[in-house]
């Protein structure tokens, strides 16, 4: 089976991670996956290390007023697309989607869409109302983000076309770095007796990163043991969220023991060297850091954050989103508890490997796509 992916990331991580694993562990059952990357970057330099077959476009989309640039682009593609002989079209992120639309009329074949953030009614009745732009199947990565978006979806996608496929990842190839954890630490600076609290964000206000900040401050002034990383940057648009929060760390006067690192890629050896991964975001549709965590066998302390306890579940201390006095206390206890660290530890590894495991959710794609067909 030949599938398309279209995908707006150009980086490695996020909704990468999870197409990584599919492309890779398609080949051994027979699916044989092409990408469309919107831009070039470390994704795409990826994909062209591990042989899969790639095209750069910037997939806009459709315009009424201006319609030419779309078509052509859709042209452009279906033409490639037919040459690899594509039976189903899969976009990664529902960004791609309007464009993918037009694919689907060129090459008249099934049009698959996985939602990978929450909708708005508005982008919902655009995206998927009227005829012709329905999907075959939309993937949904949550429960909650199901639910959550069940207001602005309405009537337009009928409920027998949508179907609940998590992301995850390969334990056979992430999360075996373990062996770098005192080479990281040295790196930063810390000792060995030292426990490491990490968070892993874009710095945008949704994730309130400055919380995670009070949340170290506090605990630091309580044992000198205690000291923090930041992994993450800010996306264009979210700058001067970067200078408050940067401006922040600065006035704790903590000095060395809370540090921001920037992006990191790789990021594995980041979640081996902390101790307790934090996340004060809001809103999640799925958590993939928290899964991170989890697969490096690190205890995680979270928000509610939309989707992130059903990740989480019993493997993660997880607080009512904003409570930032039960969150300090949920890491406050994991600080003072090594062996509860050790516990959580292998029960996050282990749920990744029974619930996010992406040769499960293979298969289900698998058995979608064949139904399609």
């Not at 044989?32 to 910037?58: C, M, Q, Y």
């Not at 090459?107 to 329905?134: D, K, M, N, Q, Y």
């Not at 080479?183 to 609290?197: A, L």
Request: net charge positive; hydrophobic share 40%; glycine share 8%.
């Amino acid at each position: 089976m030949n599938v398309l992916f279209l995908t707006n990331n150009p980086n490695l991580g996020s909704t990468a991670r999870i197409l990584q694993s599919w492309l890779l562990l398609g080949r051994q059952d027979g699916l044989h996956g092409r990408v469309i990357a919107r831009s070039p970057g470390d994704f795409t330099a990826w994909l062209k290390v591990n042989a899969v077959e790639t095209l750069i476009d910037p997939m806009p989309w459709p315009d009424r007023r201006w319609p030419i640039p779309g078509f052509w682009h859709a042209w452009k593609v279906a033409r490639w697309a037919r040459r690899a002989r594509v039976e189903v079209i899969h976009c990664n992120e529902h960004d791609v989607y309007p464009f993918a639309v037009m694919l689907r009329w060129l090459l008249r074949c099934p049009l698959v869409c996985h939602v990978r953030f929450r909708i708005e009614p508005a982008f919902s009745t655009w995206a998927f109302g009227g005829r012709g732009r329905c999907p075959d199947a939309l993937l949904w990565t949550s429960r909650q983000q199901r639910e959550d978006c069940a207001g602005a979806l309405g009537d337009t996608v009928p409920s027998r076309l949508q179907h609940l496929v998590p992301l995850g990842l390969d334990l056979q190839r992430f999360g075996i770095l373990a062996g770098g954890r005192e080479e990281t630490r040295r790196q930063w600076g810390f000792r060995p007796d030292e426990i490491v609290i990490g968070s892993a964000a874009p710095l945008r206000p949704r994730k309130r990163v400055e919380d995670f900040i009070t949340l170290v401050d506090r605990l630091c002034r309580e044992d000198e043991r205690v000291v923090g990383v930041l992994a993450g940057d800010a996306p264009p648009g979210d700058e001067g969220y970067r200078v408050q929060i940067l401006s922040q760390i600065e006035a704790t006067g903590l000095g060395r023991r809370l540090r921001w690192l920037g992006n990191l890629e790789p990021v594995e050896p980041f979640y081996h060297g902390i101790d307790v991964f934090v996340s004060t975001s809001t809103y999640e549709t799925f958590g993939n850091t928290i899964c991170e965590a989890m697969a490096c066998r690190r205890p995680v302390a979270a928000y509610r954050g939309g989707s992130v306890h059903e990740v989480a579940g019993d493997a993660g201390r997880v607080v009512e989103t904003g409570d930032l006095n039960a969150l300090t206390e949920a890491v406050r206890s994991l600080v003072r508890q090594p062996a509860r660290r050790a516990e959580l530890g292998d029960q996050g590894f282990r749920r990744v490997a029974d619930e996010f495991n992406p040769a499960k959710t293979l298969t289900q794609l698998r058995a979608i796509y064949d139904s399609l067909l």
